[in-house]
C-alpha cells in the first residue's frame, strides 16, 4: 500500500512539473539554397498540450547585417496570410500542417537580398511560453561541398575495396582448396607444390593456412565418415 | 638478425608518428602570423588566436582523405608485420607488410603532390612543417616498404 502510494506521488510529481515546461519550437540551423530556387524552410514545435484550434504560426526575416525584423508571415484562426507588401510579396506559400504541428514555409525564386535570418514563432493556446527559434538562410550562385563529404567518401571506397580484396583472397583459397573450382591454375599450383617442398616456401602466408584447411578438410571428411 | 629487425621496427615506427604529425598538425601552409590546413586555418592577431574550420574545396578533402589513408595503412602494416613475425614460415617473405608500406607511401605521395598543385600561389605564403614531414615520410616509407619485401625470416 506505502509502495503504491509512493509510486503514485512520484508519477504525479514527475508529471505535473512538465505541464509548466512551455512549447519547444524546432527549425533548422542553417539553410543553403541556389540562386533563383525555392526553399522550405521548416518550423515544428514540441507542446505537453493537444494541438489547439487556435494554434499560431509567425515568421519573420532580418536581413544580415540589419537590426530590424519584417514580419512575413502569420498563420491564426484557420486562416494563412502571406506577404503582400514586403520584400518577399507574392513570394511566400504556406506548406505547413498545422493540425500537425507543422507550420513551414515556402519561399519561391529566391535572390542574394534574402539573405539572413528567419524567425519562427509558434504558439498553442494555452501553451504560449515558448522561445522562437531562427534559421539562417545563405544563397549561393553554386552550393558548396559540405566539409567531409569527399574525404568520407575517398576514405570509405578505399577501405571498401581493401576488405573486398582480401575477402575475395580468401574466397578464392577456401573454394581452390575445397576443390570446387576446378581452374586449370589448380595443375599449376599441384606442380608448384611439390616443386616447392624441395625449397623451401615461396608463398609463405599461404603455406600454414593452407595445411590448415588440408587438415581441417580431412578432419571433416572422417567426421562424415564415423557419422555414416 | 636481430639488430637489423629492430631497426627496421624503429623505422617503421618513426614513419608512423612522421605521418601521425603531418596529418594532425595543421601547419601545411604558414604565412606571417596565418597557419592553415589542413583541418584548420588559424590566425594570431590581436593578442587572440583565432581558429576556423579549413576551406572545403575538393582538392583539400582529397588531401585529407590520402593522409587518413596512409596513416592507416602505416598502422596496418605495423600490425601485419608484428603477426606476420610470429606466423611466418622460416625463410618467407613480409609480403603483406611490404603491400600497405608501399601503398601508404603512394598515398602520401598523391597527398603531397595534390597539395603542392593546387595550393593558392601567394607571395607571403609558404609551405609549413607538415608539408614538409609529409614529403619526408614518402621516401622513407617506400624505401621501409622495399626492406620489407627483400626481408626474410631467419630460420
Same mark, same amino acid.
Given at each position: ?93 504556406? /506548406? +505547413?500542417? !498545422? %493540425? ?7 519561399? =519561391? ?7 539572413? *535570418? ?10 504560449? /511560453? +515558448?522561445? !522562437? %527559434? ?7 550562385? =553554386? ?7 569527399? *574525404? ?10 581493401? /576488405? ?65 | ?155
Amino acid at each position: 500500500m506505502l509502495t503504491f502510494v509512493a509510486l503514485a506521488s512520484v508519477l504525479l510529481l514527475g508529471i505535473v512539473p512538465e505541464q509548466t515546461e512551455g512549447i519547444a519550437i524546432y527549425t533548422g540551423w542553417e539553410r543553403h539554397a541556389l540562386l533563383g530556387s525555392d526553399i522550405r524552410l521548416s518550423c515544428s514545435f514540441f507542446s505537453w498540450r493537444m494541438t489547439s484550434e487556435d494554434v499560431t504560426f509567425s515568421w519573420t526575416y532580418r536581413p544580415d547585417g540589419s537590426r530590424d525584423s519584417i514580419s512575413i508571415f502569420h498563420y491564426g484562426g484557420g486562416v494563412a496570410y502571406v506577404d503582400n507588401k514586403g520584400p518577399f510579396r507574392d513570394r511566400v506559400e504556406f /506548406v +505547413g500542417n !498545422p %493540425s500537425r504541428r507543422d507550420g513551414s514555409i515556402l519561399i =519561391k525564386n529566391l535572390d542574394y537580398n534574402d539573405n539572413g *535570418t528567419f524567425t519562427c514563432d509558434a504558439k498553442n493556446p494555452p501553451d504560449i /511560453v +515558448g522561445r !522562437p %527559434s531562427s534559421v539562417r538562410l545563405l544563397v549561393f550562385e =553554386k552550393v558548396p561541398i559540405q566539409a567531409g563529404v569527399i *574525404t568520407g567518401a575517398i576514405i570509405g571506397v578505399v577501405l571498401g575495396l581493401l /576488405v573486398l580484396i582480401v575477402v575475395i583472397y580468401y574466397l578464392m583459397r577456401f573454394l581452390v582448396a575445397r576443390r570446387v573450382f576446378s581452374l586449370s591454375v589448380s595443375k599449376h599450383g599441384k606442380k608448384k607444390k611439390e616443386g616447392s617442398q624441395a625449397r623451401q616456401g615461396p608463398v609463405p602466408p599461404a603455406d600454414p593456412t593452407k595445411v590448415k584447411a588440408a587438415a581441417s578438410e580431412k578432419k571433416k571428411q572422417e567426421s562424415r565418415k564415423d557419422k555414416k | 638478425m636481430l639488430l637489423i629487425l629492430l631497426g627496421v621496427l624503429i623505422m617503421h615506427l618513426v614513419i608512423l608518428i612522421l605521418l601521425i604529425v603531418s596529418t594532425a598538425a595543421s601547419a601545411w601552409s604558414v604565412g606571417g602570423d596565418m597557419s592553415t590546413d589542413l583541418w584548420y586555418n588559424c590566425m594570431t592577431s590581436n593578442g587572440g588566436y583565432h581558429c576556423k574550420p579549413a576551406s572545403s574545396e575538393d582538392w583539400i578533402q582529397a588531401v585529407q582523405a590520402l593522409m587518413i589513408l596512409s596513416l592507416l595503412f602505416c598502422f596496418f602494416s605495423l600490425i601485419v608485420f608484428v603477426f606476420q613475425l610470429f606466423k611466418l614460415v622460416k625463410g618467407g617473405r613480409f609480403f603483406f607488410t611490404a603491400i600497405f608500406q608501399i601503398l601508404a607511401s603512394v598515398f602520401v605521395m598523391c597527398a603531397a603532390i595534390i597539395y603542392t598543385v593546387m595550393s593558392p600561389d601567394d607571395g607571403s605564403v609558404k609551405f609549413g612543417y607538415a608539408y614538409v614531414l609529409a614529403w619526408v615520410a614518402f621516401p622513407l616509407s617506400l624505401i621501409s616498404g622495399f626492406i620489407y619485401i627483400v626481408l626474410r625470416k631467419k630460420e
